[in-house]
């Protein structure tokens, strides 16, 4: 599939600075710098780069959580306004589904775990059986249908995570958005998570857009590789080629700060 399904031009967030005296103007702290970026539908893309590089900044723009200071996002060709109510909104967020890094933080604990994933399902007025879909995506998550009626102290990291991605695919989006799925898991839950991130876009066409600091997430989950680096994206290609043939210094650097045993 060649079709583009998000697309960003010029996008760019600054945030108010520091003043040098009481009478100057406030100088603007660029997070991120006029970019563009074309994700086609049906690819899995990875975002990586240091902490502070500007990778969530970039995820949260492209997705409507926060406005930007300058250039558009379109999702298949619609404009995305920030700037609108959250009811203008829901097309987008029927179309979206998002994990954050930490399923612990991310789940109300006060919420059955029936609740959390069934959430977007009435939230965005989606139609049909909601418990039925709600046992459907447990079950692809690998989680039996009486995780439903309990809460998320009850589980452990990998399978809270499990809950996180159910809750993101109930209302079967098109793009799935991690902003580091996988960073609070230990080696084996984060191998098995990823698995189940392949089989779910193997098996639905999910197009998908990761945000990680562990380039091996990328390299086995992403067609391809944008890195980022003070704000600005310095290349973006073929994992293949970025990862095993870089053109650009910091890549070279930053993947050779990988710890090898």
């Avoid at 998000?6 to 005296?21: I, N, S, T």
């Avoid at 893309?45 to 590089?53: A, D, L, P, T």
């Avoid at 159910?166 to 580091?180: C, F, K, Q, S, T």
């Amino acid at each position: 599939m060649t079709d583009v399904l998000l697309e960003a031009r010029g996008l760019a967030r600054a945030y108010p600075g520091d003043r040098p005296h009481p009478f100057a103007r406030r100088a603007r702290a660029w997070a991120l710098r006029p970019t563009d970026l074309a994700v086609r539908a049906g690819d899995a893309v990875g975002i990586i780069g240091e902490s502070g590089s500007g990778k969530s900044t970039l995820v949260r723009l492209l997705t409507g959580l926060d406005r930007p200071t300058a250039g558009t996002v379109a999702f298949d060709g619609r404009p995305v306004d920030a700037a609108a109510s959250a009811r203008s909104l829901r097309w987008l967020r029927r179309r979206t589904g998002i994990v954050f890094q930490d399923p612990h933080g991310s789940l109300d604990p006060r919420m059955s775990v029936g609740r959390i994933v069934g959430e977007p399902l009435w939230a965005l007025d989606v139609p049909g059986d909601h418990r039925a879909r709600v046992r459907e995506v447990l079950a692809r998550v690998g989680l039996d249908a009486a995780a439903a009626d309990r809460y998320p102290h009850e589980f452990s990291g990998g399978q809270r995570q499990r809950i996180a991605i159910a809750r993101a695919i109930a209302h079967r989006p098109d793009l799935l958005v991690g902003d580091e799925p996988l960073s609070a898991l230990d080696v084996t839950v984060r191998a098995q998570i990823l698995d189940l991130l392949a089989e779910l876009r193997r098996e639905s066409g999910l197009t998908l857009l990761v945000v990680s600091h562990d380039i091996g997430v990328v390299q086995n989950l992403c067609d391809e590789t944008v890195v980022m680096h003070a704000g600005e994206v310095v290349e973006h290609g073929p994992t293949t080629q970025v990862l095993l043939h870089p053109r650009e210094a910091y890549t070279r650097r930053l993947i050779a700060s990988i710890p090898t045993i």
